[in-house]
């Protein structure tokens, strides 16, 4: 049995007893049974890789897999992705009869930052982000305040981001979307350029520091398990968030926004740090470290702070630390790989837009699998089968 970690030296308290099962896949989401659906689709896919060539492009190899996908057209890349928010708007519509506000702006950024966080992996900045939005019932687009705050949201993070918003879809889908309830999700084209910007798994060698960016809550990752608690809290999502500095309810901490780490990323290549690669840091927690794949190993020593929703939810559902840490961000955003002799100028740049970049860990030789130290848990290669 996993023991119960005391204080870390960088701020992170466990609490609780391990759970005797998945708390994750209990709730309905099992990476076990997700995972070769998405590794059948990229085998489907890489058969149509030789239509480029009619267009006078070709596949960036290697590509197949990250986060974005990336296009060699010339003097220039081109990375494509699409992306969708998942249940969050379910919690803003049960918030809803709380505050008395939509909190559609916070979800539209959300959506947003899901996409373009993807896209900024690859060292790719946006240039147009398309929505996708579907509805149980036409109904749901009437709401006059809930849609100007998704379309304001939805502009605002596109602005802050620097992309276009270029146009979209809408759907009313009864019979597939539950009626008062809608699936936001969209998609975007960056471009990379020059062509020295392309982060790429294949760059990471042993020796790379690991420095995290923080991140703001939840983001938009473990929202089934989370809505589930909410339904087993006595005070549902008008539970007070211990530790939350504004003492909110549970339902509003868990709708703070993921911040937008593709202009970080943008300034420090702006700035010449050599960054080797990037991770977002959303679905299988930090197991997503190993992404990159090859035979390497991630140590990490030091752990970010833990956002207190998190810790609160850890708590309350008595998930051990090696299934909280597998399953959420725990406080890493982004992950981003660079030699050591860049990381005091890549903390520089990123202390003047206002973000602490923590030196977690680092690369070594050895095989595929993350190593939690001040936890005593390690993820092996197993664990994370993406590709």
Same mark, same amino acid.
């Given at each position: ?18 759970? !005797? @099962? ?5 709730? &309905?989401?099992?990476? $076990?049974? *997700?995972?070769? +659906?998405?590794?059948? =689709? ?93 509805? !149980? @019932? ?5 709401? &006059?305040?809930?849609? $100007?705050? *998704?379309?304001? +949201?939805?502009?605002? =993070? ?230």
């Amino acid at each position: 049995m996993e023991a119960v970690a005391p204080l870390l030296p960088c701020g992170v308290a466990t609490h609780g007893p391990p759970p !005797g @099962t998945d708390a994750y896949a209990a709730a &309905g989401v099992d990476y $076990a049974l *997700l995972d070769p +659906g998405k590794r059948r =689709a990229q085998e489907g896919a890489a058969g149509t890789t030789v239509q480029l060539a009619r267009r006078g492009f070709a596949e960036v190899p290697g590509t197949r897999g990250e986060s974005a996908y990336v296009v060699d057209a010339g003097d220039h890349y081109l990375a494509t992705l699409a992306e969708g928010l998942g249940t969050k708007s379910l919690v803003a519509d049960a918030v809803r009869e709380i505050t008395r506000r939509s909190h559609y702006e916070a979800v539209a950024r959300d959506t947003v930052a899901t996409i373009l966080n993807d896209l900024a992996t690859v060292g790719a900045v946006p240039l147009v982000v398309s929505a996708y939005w579907a509805a !149980g @019932t036409s109904e749901w687009f009437s709401d &006059g305040g809930r849609m $100007a705050d *998704l379309v304001r +949201g939805w502009a605002s =993070a596109c602005a802050e981001a620097g992309a276009t918003w270029g146009g979209g879809e809408t759907q009313a889908i009864e019979g597939i979307v539950a009626p008062g309830a809608a699936t936001l999700a969209g998609a975007a084209m960056g471009i990379i350029r020059p062509k020295t910007r392309l982060l790429l798994g294949e760059r990471v060698v042993p020796q790379d520091a690991i420095l995290i960016a923080p991140a703001s809550g939840i983001h938009a990752n473990g929202l089934t398990l989370a809505r589930r608690l909410a339904a087993a809290l006595p005070q549902g999502y008008d539970t007070p968030v211990p530790g939350d500095p504004w003492g909110r309810g549970y339902g509003e901490v868990l709708l703070d926004p993921a911040p937008l780490y593709g202009p970080l990323i943008e300034a420090l290549l702006d700035a010449g740090v050599a960054l080797h690669y990037a991770v977002h840091v959303t679905g299988h927690g930090w197991r997503k470290l190993m992404r990159a794949g090859g035979a390497l190993t991630y140590m990490i020593d030091c752990l970010p702070d833990v956002p207190p929703v998190l810790d609160f939810l850890r708590t309350q559902t008595g998930m051990s630390n090696a299934e909280a840490y597998g399953t959420f961000n725990m406080g890493a955003g982004f992950a981003l790989y660079l030699p050591q002799g860049d990381v005091a100028q890549a903390q520089r740049v990123a202390g003047e837009r206002g973000i602490g970049l923590l030196p977690a860990g680092r690369v070594e030789a050895g095989p595929r699998r993350v190593v939690l130290r001040p936890l005593d848990v390690t993820y092996d290669g197993a664990s994370l089968q993406i590709r």
